[in-house]
């Protein structure tokens, strides 16, 4: 483990990450932004269309979340990025007290296949909620998250499904470069706000490693990897991010995007990345699903019904410490709100308390020998019983 001299400053123009930490390729950072501090490895709960599903952003602040994720794309259809803005902005429109990061929107366009046309000037598509049309271009998704007041916005990208023929893959990562410059030029600079470049390129290391330096080339407050989580799996996306970070600045943060399982987030911290966001712990409270330090839990199992331990003895979420397994299931059975409520309250915290767990391990020298015990345990089972995808869709 090797210490990084100097720590975070109040950024007077852009972003200002700090390195303070670093244990083999894993990183102990701090990023500070106009509306708060994100101690990184970090991971952004979900919240698509304004709200953390099943959560208050209280509680979500509660479980030790610094920052959060919108979409670009839900945003404008409803309620519109210009009603929010004469609200206040997103952070106040939904009461949360810390740093927003958008995504622009583009990969749940490129979802809608049957929806939209992707040209040069960017994205024709129609509204999944009413049929309308729309054209989401890189000046526009950039318009949009200033209207939003997003603290980090995101470049408009075009994401390829997996497996994607290379020429494919190709033509979407140059189109992506292309406007990821004209991103550039349309974002409007202010301190303790950032604009973050997204690396395409499929699994292939040569487009990626192409994408990585026309990046590096037109200057970026943060870098994210994005066309991962999409069904590659955790062998071909290690494979991928080793090829890919280490020709990323190292005086930038840098985000993988829409990923993933607690396994995915200690192999992916172990090759230099430090920042994340995935809907699969919230979707999975809604549907039953826990993940716990003794692997993962389904409580719709009859097993459950006359259990009386708490979920995870070691977390101090509401779920762990007022209730017990039984009652847990019992509420999933009756199909009752609260039940997705506390095992939503109960994965959130999980994963942040893994991420704590992480910087402290990076701080400490540790990381390799927490990595390996991670490894050994039933919580970084591959076969998992939650339900979910990594990715992001139309709805999360």
Not at 48 to 72: D, F
Not at 236 to 241: A, G, H, M
Request: proline letters at 6%.
């Amino acid at each position: 483990m090797s210490e990084v001299r100097g720590g975070p400053v109040l950024p007077d123009r852009g972003l200002s990450f700090a390195l303070l930490a670093r244990d083999g390729q894993a990183r102990r950072g701090r990023l500070a932004t106009a509306h708060g501090i994100v101690e990184t490895p970090a991971f952004m709960p979900v919240g698509t269309a304004a709200t953390v599903k099943a959560m208050t952003p209280e509680a979500v602040a509660q479980t030790g979340a610094q920052i959060v994720l919108g979409n670009t794309y839900h945003l404008m259809l409803r309620p519109g990025a210009d009603r929010i803005r004469r609200l206040g902005g997103l952070r106040k429109f939904m009461n949360w007290q810390g740093p927003v990061l958008t995504d622009s929107g583009g990969f749940q366009v490129m979802s809608l296949a049957d929806l939209r046309k992707v040209t040069e000037e960017g994205v024709t598509f129609r509204s999944h909620l009413d049929g309308a049309k729309h054209l989401l271009s890189p000046e526009s998704a950039v318009g949009i998250q200033h209207d939003l007041d997003s603290t980090i916005t995101m470049q408009l990208d075009e994401c390829v499904a997996y497996p994607a023929p290379e020429a494919e893959a190709e033509r979407a990562m140059e189109l992506s470069l292309r406007w990821a410059a004209r991103c550039k030029a349309a974002f409007r600079p202010r301190a303790g706000y950032g604009l973050f470049g997204i690396v395409q390129g499929g699994v292939n290391p040569t487009l990626r490693h192409r994408s990585a330096a026309g990046l590096v080339e037109i200057g970026f407050d943060g870098y994210a990897l994005g066309g991962l989580a999409v069904g590659e799996g955790l062998e071909l996306r290690n494979l991928v991010l080793d090829a890919t970070v280490p020709h990323l600045p190292e005086d930038r943060p840098r985000y993988l995007m829409g990923v993933g399982k607690p396994v995915d987030l200690v192999e992916s911290v172990a090759r230099g990345v430090d920042m994340f966001d995935c809907v699969l712990p919230t979707r999975s409270g809604r549907t039953s699903q826990a993940f716990t330090r003794a692997g993962p839990m389904n409580l719709r199992n009859a097993r459950f019904a006359d259990d009386a331990e708490p979920l995870d003895p070691d977390c101090a979420c509401p779920a762990c410490r007022n209730y017990g397994r039984a009652y847990l299931h019992h509420l999933v059975k009756a199909k009752e709100i609260l039940g997705s409520m506390l095992l939503t309250w109960h994965n959130l915290t999980y994963y942040q308390d893994l991420m704590r767990d992480m910087r402290q391990a990076i701080q400490a020298g540790r990381f390799a020998s927490f990595r390996r015990a991670f490894l050994d345990s039933p919580a970084a089972g591959r076969e998992t019983e939650a339900a979910g995808s990594s990715g992001d869709g139309p709805e999360n």
